[in-house]
């Protein structure tokens, strides 16, 4: 038995968002979520603006959503929405603002404890909306998922609830032609990540595994681009698209320890997530090829590569010079082997095999 | 610029009904709607009642859907609905069923003209649906789409409507395994109209093609079963994913001529909608392939033919000795050409084309 599902409505093009005001604007009075810089550098925070104004909405823009946010920012966002009042949400940018969109459109309507929200324990529907991402990597835009850093903890937790898909994402690769390489390589590998954790891990279904062949064969056909720069408008349109079928895969399968094992690198390294996921997919790789040969084989055939040239392609798009120690990762794997996504994982793993992880990848 | 939107839960396998009870229950009070024996017969309006009796839900069972039901059915269906005092309804059977419920949920809470749904005038939300399909072609549960037969116009009409999509879908091929192999055939072959429609016409997008290759590609591995008859629960599950995402695709593409032709065959010779669709598919691909030959190539590998194997399939699959006078033919065509979905045809089309592929198809 499997299931699947993936509400969003997914606009896919160069302007997609002038060219569909109809669709963006989905209340009366708004509030625009985004990074401090992201939102107005990708050029996605002007059209927006031009299209709820000519259309006469309301709007306040938050801007305060640093890098992988924390519930107390969320929190916050929550109460400065429901202050102004706004009946919907744009959220603009990677992973963090998109996943921040999220908790805001819960606590804007729900006056609750922030944590609260890991339980799924809100009454009211959170308010609607709309994902423009400017990067192609998180596919936020297309999951139930928001992923929050927690203090108190020390790490990222998640929360997934089917009332917080978004209504309506834009991909437009206007707005990510202009990233970094760095970061174009990064969220391209952590939408590999998705496409590649979701097909192998237990979770993995009919209804999932042809979409993650689809993601791993277009984002297969940039490699070029991924190593050497050189992006065009249309080929970030491509990737955003893969970036968004990857978030339709974890939709249904979730994500495994590449994930759990890269949050301690981004929360103690400051290590972006698409690269800290990358340092560890590799080895994963290897060690699913070892229980899962012809389903590892599929996939990097879509991909377009053998395992180890895959390993030499992550090798050369990851550059980090970050050092670890051994009781660092031995912290580490304690904390990530008690992981809610462990048990998905296609191979049998201990806390010693996590370790073992980190230190082949890391030292 | 393409648009992806495909909102149903689809849970797919073996008692998914009985083992997802809290999925299919989608408010306080039910009507059923079926055709007069397929609920029944299929196990699936059992396997309902019981899900909805252990639960205490109340339910009213409407089973007068005949095959390709009327807008004045459906309009009844409604005031019953209402009456009733129900606040969702689940749809089990073929199209006619499964389309008849979407036009009922509009009634049911629209008191409105019943012609007027045509035009999407109707101001409250339709009531939430549940789908049941007992047979594996129509794909209604994944579209917004519902086919209604009007004798005002000697035809059927369509009317579309995102809130008209299932909110869920349950596919389970214990309810299809005893299908006359004909139905069984006829189905199939509707849903590989679906599939090969939507993956040629002019609305085809990288959204929706990658899913048509998927549905081919699992139809194709039972073409032996489609010939022979000897299928098996499994079987039958995968063949009803297959005509799900035969609906997602048109969800995203629509239908084009096969469909709007094929309409008058089952209006005025009561030809399954199905066989219709499959007495016109192979000269709609040969005739595809003289402008994309290389989308139909792709496509018939998926499903593992050439085109003149597939059009010996079709003819294997679908006996037919109905008789049709050049009269007729000259009728319909004048009727089909008006339709909307024409101006999406891959190839250019005439009143005189569509003529002459009637009588290549039907003389």
């Known amino acids: 038995m499997f299931k699947y599902l993936m509400p969003t409505k997914v606009i896919c093009g160069e302007n997609s968002v002038k060219e569909n005001a ?21 050029g996605a925070l002007g059209d927006v603006a031009d299209v709820l104004k000519e259309n ?64 799924g324990k809100f009454d009211n529907k959170p308010l609607p909306i709309a994902a423009i991402p400017t990067t192609a990597g998180t596919g936020s835009e297309t999951t139930p998922y928001s992923i929050l850093t927690l203090h108190k903890i020390n790490n990222k937790q998640s929360f997934a609830h089917p009332d917080v898909f978004y209504r309506v994402a834009f991909l ?38 042809y979409i993650a062949l689809e993601g791993l064969r277009i984002i297969g056909r940039y490699v070029d681009n991924l190593k050497n720069g050189n992006f065009n408008i249309d080929i970030c349109t491509d990737l955003l698209w893969a970036a968004s079928l990857g978030g339709v895969v974890i939709s249904q399968t979730g994500t495994t320890i590449v994930h759990s094992m890269g949050y301690a690198l981004t929360y103690y390294k400051d290590i972006p997530h698409g690269m800290a996921n990358g340092l560890l997919l590799g080895e994963y790789l290897e060690r699913t ?24 392609f992550l090798k050369e798009c990851l550059p980090c010079d970050i050092k670890f120690s051994e009781e660092e990762l031995t912290k580490w794997s304690e904390t990530a082997i008690k992981a809610k996504n462990v048990p998905v994982c296609p191979f049998e793993v201990t806390r010693e095999d996590e370790l073992d992880i980190y230190k082949k990848c890391l030292l």
Do not use: W
């Not at 959503?65 to 929405?81: D, H, L, V």
């Open 22 to 42: 109809s669709e963006l604007i989905l209340g009366a009075k708004c509030m625009i979520v985004t990074g401090t810089t992201s939102g107005a550098k990708s």
């Open 172 to 209: 437009d690769g206007r707005y990510t032609v202009n990233l970094p390489l760095q970061i174009a390589r990064n969220t391209a590998i952590d939408a590999l990540s998705h496409l590649l954790e979701g097909f192998t891990d237990k979770k993995a279904s009919p209804a999932s595994d």
């Open 56 to 119: 006469n909405i309301e709007y306040l823009v938050y801007d305060k959503i640093g890098n992988n946010p924390t519930i107390e920012e969320c929190a916050e966002g929550g109460k400065i929405a429901k202050d102004f009042g706004c009946d919907f949400l744009i959220g603009i940018g990677g992973g963090s603002p998109l996943d921040a969109t999220k908790a805001i459109a819960v606590y804007a309507v729900n006056d609750i404890d922030p944590y609260d929200i890991f339980e």
């Open 289 to 312: 090829s070892r229980v899962l040969p012809d389903k590892v084989k599929v996939a990097l055939d879509a991909f377009g590569m053998d395992l180890d040239e895959f390993k030499a």
